[in-house]
């Protein structure tokens, strides 16, 4: 991988990390009604979902790349479709004026349950990696180490903005469940969205 496919892969990373989602609903309202404390846990059940699906993606995105060139091919299209729908419903979420939903993520007895169920029972994560990772990955080289590579740096990423993210909630509760806050959010990341799968999309191998 090129300095510049790197630089790309953290800006589209660094995007998709901070996307409203199930897992920013899941820390913030648990952040809202257990502080600082709920919000790492929270963040910690998520961590580990996410590792069980990177590890079952990359392995997955091994056999398939060093099978097919035109396989790689189709999950690329696969992965810029993908991000335009992402972009897509965070548009149409802006444009509603939806509110951060409180009630995201699997109901369970602890925040760090919630976190791992929400990830676990989720199988569009899984879709994610699988389609996001190969845009990364050179044709034709050995791919599964690099896949892990990349996995884990977004999992990194995303543990660093989580944590953040809890913390400031904690500290400051109920800004982020306002509406206003929601829709310019939802705005900023959908417009952001939109764009790259459009990169992607057209973007040499």
Do not use: C, H
């Not at 994560?125 to 892990?148: C, H, K, M, N, R």
């Amino acid at each position: 991988m090129s300095g510049a496919e790197l630089l790309s892969f953290f800006a589209v990373a660094g995007v998709l990390v901070i996307t409203p989602g199930a897992d920013m609903a899941l820390v913030t309202r648990n952040a809202i009604r257990g502080g600082r404390r709920a919000a790492l846990q929270t963040t910690a059940g998520i961590m580990l979902g996410l590792t069980a699906w990177v590890t079952l993606s990359a392995a997955g995105v091994a056999v398939l790349l060093t099978a097919s060139a035109t396989a790689f091919l189709a999950v690329k299209i696969a992965g810029a479709i993908y991000l335009g729908y992402l972009g897509v419903q965070a548009l149409r979420a802006a444009i509603r004026g939806d509110a951060i939903d409180e009630n995201a993520g699997a109901r369970a007895r602890t925040p760090f349950t919630e976190g791992l169920l929400s990830n676990l029972l989720n199988p569009k994560i899984a879709a994610f990696f699988t389609s996001f990772l190969p845009q990364f990955v050179d044709p034709g080289e050995p791919v599964l180490l690099p896949s892990l590579a990349l996995g884990g740096a977004f999992m990194l990423m995303g543990l660093l903005w989580l944590s953040v993210l809890g913390s400031t909630v904690a500290s400051a509760r109920g800004v982020m469940s306002r509406p206003r806050v929601a829709r310019a959010w939802n705005a900023v990341a959908g417009t952001a969205l939109v764009g790259l799968s459009v990169r992607l999309a057209v973007a040499g191998r």
